[in-house]
């Protein structure tokens, strides 16, 4: 047991002033007192680490940090855990295209935000990489990054919305909707199936001014200063969910985010 000189030499101030309390190092009196110094320091070392539980670099509550977040995705590295709630503390103010960009780096995605000033079409982006077509080798059932026909990068728009679509039972050039087949009946279906709702880029070039596209180095053109390319970042499958949830929180409601980036 380590003495704390500073409380011990309190403790001594407030004792009476008699030789019944002179504290000698023999006394079992004065090694009581100071076995009473360690207390105040060891409160004093529990305050200070309360103290460093209000940063999320240095806190030991991570997970009263992650529910007050409302953290859904989260990452299992402690390491990561603690850049992910640095980023969601740091992202306190401004939907602007600089701040967005200084929280999603801070957080330890490599991209850039590009506002679309002049506005361009967002289409000329959005749709113009071959990422994945059908009949691709890579298009099969259950692979996260597998649209049919999707090409470009994505449209992140709101959090997810769902919709319902019948899921017919025949439809034309299907085997079995041919003529007196029991199973071809024109427009019937027997159950909903429920997809992500699909946005769909405007023609109205009223409208381009609202999106702002999220990807990797840009260049304008030097008399219109339109953006002309937007090179592709590659974004690891795990931190895609927090990827969009970050976005979707700093960005103005109005505005459509055009992500030119892959998950991998």
């Not at 999707?150 to 909707?177: A, E, K």
Request: hydrophobic content about 40%; aromatic content about 12%.
């Amino acid at each position: 047991m380590a003495v704390n000189a500073k409380f011990f030499k309190i403790i001594k101030s407030l004792l009476p002033k008699s030789n019944t309390f002179q504290l000698f190092i023999q006394k079992k009196l004065t090694q009581f007192f100071e076995a009473l110094t360690v207390i105040p320091g060891d409160f004093r070392d529990y305050i200070h680490q309360i103290f460093l539980d209000i940063f999320p670099s240095t806190t030991r509550e991570i997970e009263k940090w992650r529910e007050q977040f409302g953290l859904i995705y989260f990452p299992s590295d402690s390491a990561e855990q603690i850049e992910t709630l640095n980023s969601e503390w740091q992202a306190t103010g401004g939907q602007g295209a600089d701040y967005i960009q200084s929280v999603l780096r801070a957080a330890g995605f490599d991209v850039y935000v590009h506002e679309n000033n002049p506005p361009v079409d967002p289409d000329i982006f959005l749709n113009s990489i071959p990422i994945m077509v059908c009949k691709g080798l890579n298009a099969y059932a259950g692979r996260d990054d597998a649209f049919a026909g999707r090409t470009g990068g994505d449209l992140l728009v709101n959090g997810p919305i769902l919709t319902n679509i019948p899921l017919y039972l025949s439809i034309c050039g299907n085997i079995n909707t041919c003529c007196r087949n029991q199973k071809a009946k024109a427009g019937y279906f027997e159950k909903i199936m429920t997809i992500d709702k699909i946005y769909q880029i405007t023609d109205d070039p009223d409208y381009w001014g609202y999106f702002f596209f999220v990807g990797g180095v840009a260049t304008r053109n030097a008399t219109t200063h339109v953006l002309e390319t937007i090179e592709n970042v590659v974004i690891p499958s795990a931190r895609k969910e927090e990827f969009k949830r970050l976005i979707l929180k700093l960005k103005p409601a109005q505005s459509w985010a055009g992500l030119i980036v892959t998950y991998s």
